[in-house]
């Protein structure tokens, strides 16, 4: 839960919010998200998303290209002493960020997301916001 400002430094370094930290121990993976973030889970997370990624049919060109996408741009990020981790660059520029940064909570999982981008889609979302919730209504509590 909850939403935090933070910034990448020029080697690519992020810290981590303590409040997630207490739950990632040290190390987190992070990988391609969709609509244009990162999304960073525990190790028994990624390994249960693993293990459904491997139950996708590999006759479905889809499903393919879906595994490759979420596989190769995962990476094994450990946390350091201040409470850090270096993203590889190929993810840094795959969300297009530059140097601020959003990481907010997601239930399973955290997204980093761009400063400008997380704002739009922020806007986007909480305009329609009870739009979204009827549509769903059969899945929420």
């Given amino acids: 839960m909850g939403e935090f400002a933070h910034s990448i ?14 739950e990632l121990g040290m190390k987190v993976i992070i990988t391609r998200g969709l609509d244009g973030c990162l999304n960073g889970y525990t190790k028994d997370q ?5 293990e459904q990624l491997l139950q996708l049919p590999t ?16 990476a094994e990020c450990e946390i350091d ?8 660059a190929g993810l840094i520029a795959l969300a297009n960020i530059t140097k601020e940064c959003m990481i907010i909570g997601a239930a399973n999982h955290f997204e980093v997301w761009a ?11 909480s305009a329609s916001f009870e739009d979204i919730a009827e549509s769903l209504s059969e899945f929420i509590l």
């Fill in 59 to 74: 006759t479905k060109k889809d499903a393919r290209m879906f595994v490759r996408m979420m596989t190769s741009k995962a």
């Fill in 115 to 125: 400063k400008d981008r997380w704002e739009q889609v922020d806007e986007e979302a």
């Fill in 9 to 22: 430094d020029k080697k690519g370094r992020m810290i981590i919010p303590a409040k997630f930290r207490e």
């Fill in 81 to 88: 002493a201040q409470g850090r981790v270096l993203l590889p």
């Fill in 46 to 50: 990624w390994d249960k998303i693993y």
